[in-house]
């Protein structure tokens, strides 16, 4: 795997990784906004969320969130040997397909991700910077669309 600008991650992660669970939770928000679809496939107890903000506000979800911002959190750790990580990925990479993720959402995703860093980071969200963070996120998804193509 090629490795991103390392700095730019880190740093920008910096600001970020201080409130996982707030910036975590807008990456979400976005998320639901742009393909709602996905709501449904967040299930915990067989119950399904009515909405987007009783998702978000429950402590199933929240736990999901926390995963997540781990996840990238491991990503950039690892910016600069992101191959350590590719094993992991391709098995989180199944276990999304299991639960019905399309391995098209995650064009989504990143969209938000970005969408997420923005408005975190403001101004410091340079064109750099978002460079740098697509090609991290380009690395992660080749690396978890492995768990499509593997039974």
């Known amino acids: 795997m090629e490795h991103p600008e390392p700095e730019l991650i880190r740093q920008s992660w910096r600001a970020v990784s201080r409130n996982p669970l ?8 976005r998320l639901f906004d742009l393909e709602p679809d996905l709501l449904p496939l967040f299930q915990y107890n067989c119950r399904q969320f009515s909405s ?9 979800f929240l736990d999901h969130i926390r995963k997540v911002m781990f996840v990238i959190d491991a990503a950039v ?26 391995l098209s959402s995650f064009s989504t995703v990143g969209e938000s991700l ?6 975190c980071l403001g101004p410091a969200f340079t064109p750099a910077t978002r460079a740098a963070w697509s090609q991290l ?4 998804v ?5 768990g499509w193509d593997r039974e």
């Not at 094993?87 to 019905?100: F, I, Q």
């Open 142 to 146: 080749q690396a978890m669309s492995q």
């Open 114 to 119: 970005l969408y997420m860093l923005e408005k």
């Open 52 to 60: 987007t903000e009783d998702c978000l506000s429950s402590p199933e």
């Open 22 to 29: 707030e910036h975590g939770t807008v990456l979400f928000a």
């Open 77 to 102: 750790t690892n910016v600069e040997d992101l191959s350590s990580l590719e094993e992991y990925l391709a098995g989180l990479g199944r276990k999304h397909r299991a639960v019905g993720v399309k």
């Open 137 to 140: 996120y380009g690395a992660v």
